[in-house]
């Protein structure tokens, strides 16, 4: 992944900073490309996996929407070229205001997460005298097999409407003259490897696209959200996750009727690869069954080992002594927990040396905070 030249950049550069590739986010955004255009497929990108501005304006010249969850999403998506009515708006505490930011700026639609939120979004529609698109997101109630943080289909979680409510929701649209039903939106979760769960996904959606037939409801649109999971173990043996077989399993499996177009919206399979965490070691500490590689990034840079116990392949891009030996390589945050990972080996590594954190293009930088009163993290392009 990384060249000689790289390594010898990295050491010169004030650490820690996020690094990306762009090559390897272009070829992820034309694998993509290549496979939607197969079937007419559409991709919006999550800006939550990272929004920014560099990585915003090149995944939007490919032609994908965005998936926004804020109104600020909404405005950055909009600031780096993304058409409004390539726009979805999810989320399932949408305030007046960024509702307003919706209809203000004519987006494809707003995803809806409970009854109350449409009646919100109505009256606010009826003041700016606009017809607001939205779709209902529903709860398939299919296990994602991920991590209890990043699993939402199920009807323990606080996402979606519930297929038992749909009746009460259907009444509440025909009162509602200010929103038009286009959509039906689905999403089970994140990092799902175990491509079942999608296949579960298209077989709900089919029965209940079924439902609204008999209901004499035809939407325009399906949303069957994000989710595809990525390889952190080995990156460079998938660092383009497999499109292929991915969107196959909704040609195959998926009803569509004639006229309906299908929606994904991607977020972590589009960037997780091009990003990596560059750091440098500050000291190594024995401890009673390990040594301690101190790094200068910390859970503030990188939240997601400590938050979900996410696994991040770590290397170091300076020592290629064939002698390994067992590291907790850890951050210098006041935490216990702001750990990356305990008892791996690596080669021998002294202070100085370049870690680098793999995979973390996608909830990396977004998630990165200035506890401890830390600087915020930088990033840099190639
Ligand atoms: N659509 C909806 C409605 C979502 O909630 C999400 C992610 C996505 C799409 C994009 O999912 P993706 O394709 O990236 O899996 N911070 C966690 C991940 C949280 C995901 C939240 N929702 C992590 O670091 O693993």
């Given at each position: 992944m990384f060249s000689k030249e790289d390594i010898v950049k990295f050491h010169e550069m004030k650490t820690p900073f996020y690094h990306y590739k762009t090559d390897v986010l272009k070829q992820t955004l034309q694998s993509i490309v290549n496979e939607t255009n197969k079937y007419n497929y559409h991709v919006h990108y999550a800006l939550k996996a990272n929004a920014n501005a560099q990585i915003l304006s090149l995944i939007q010249s490919y032609g994908l929407g965005a998936d926004c969850v804020s109104g600020n999403e909404i405005i950055a998506a909009i600031e780096n070229g993304f058409p409004t009515d390539k726009i979805a708006f999810a989320g399932v505490g949408k305030s007046d205001e960024e509702i307003n930011i919706g209809l203000e700026n004519d987006i494809f639609s707003f995803n809806c997460e409970?009854?109350?939120?449409?009646?919100?979004?109505?009256e606010l529609a009826a003041k700016k005298n606009k017809i607001a698109k939205i779709a209902l997101r529903i709860n398939p109630n299919v296990n994602a097999h991920t991590h209890q943080y990043i699993t939402t289909g199920l009807e323990e979680n606080k996402f979606g409407i519930n297929k038992w409510e749909l009746e009460d929701v259907l009444s509440i649209i025909a009162q509602s003259k200010n929103v038009k039903l286009m959509g039906l939106h689905f999403h089970i979760g994140s990092q799902i490897t175990d491509l079942k769960a999608f296949k579960s996904l298209c077989i709900r959606v089919n029965e209940i696209q079924e439902w609204f037939y008999n209901h004499h409801i035809i939407v325009d649109h399906i949303n069957v959200g994000g989710g595809l999971g990525i390889n952190y173990y080995n990156p460079d043996e998938e660092l383009i996750p497999d499109f292929v077989?991915?969107?196959?399993?909704?040609?195959?499996?998926l009803?569509?009727?004639?006229?309906?177009h299908l929606h994904f919206e991607l977020g972590r399979a589009i960037v997780a690869q091009?990003?990596?965490?560059i750091s440098k070691v500050l000291y190594i500490?024995?401890?009673?069954n390990t040594n301690f590689a101190i790094i200068d990034a910390g859970m503030t840079e990188?939240?997601?080992?400590?938050?979900?116990?996410?696994?991040?392949k770590i290397e170091n891009l300076s020592s290629d002594n064939s002698i390994l030996e067992t590291y907790d390589v850890v951050g210098p945050i006041?935490?216990?927990?702001?750990?990356?990972?305990?008892?791996?080996?690596?080669?021998?590594?002294?202070?100085?040396?370049?870690?680098?954190?793999r995979s973390t293009g996608a909830y990396g930088e977004v998630l990165s905070s200035n506890y401890n009163l830390r600087e915020?993290?930088?990033d840099f392009y190639d």
């Open positions: 409970s009854m109350a939120e449409i009646q919100v979004i109505n077989m991915f969107f196959k399993i909704f040609k195959d499996l009803k569509l009727r004639p006229q309906q091009c990003g990596n965490l500490k024995k401890g009673v990188l939240i997601r080992p400590a938050l979900y116990q996410a696994v991040h006041c935490e216990s927990s702001d750990c990356f990972a305990k008892a791996i080996k690596l080669p021998a590594t002294k202070r100085g040396d370049i870690i680098a954190i915020k993290v930088q």
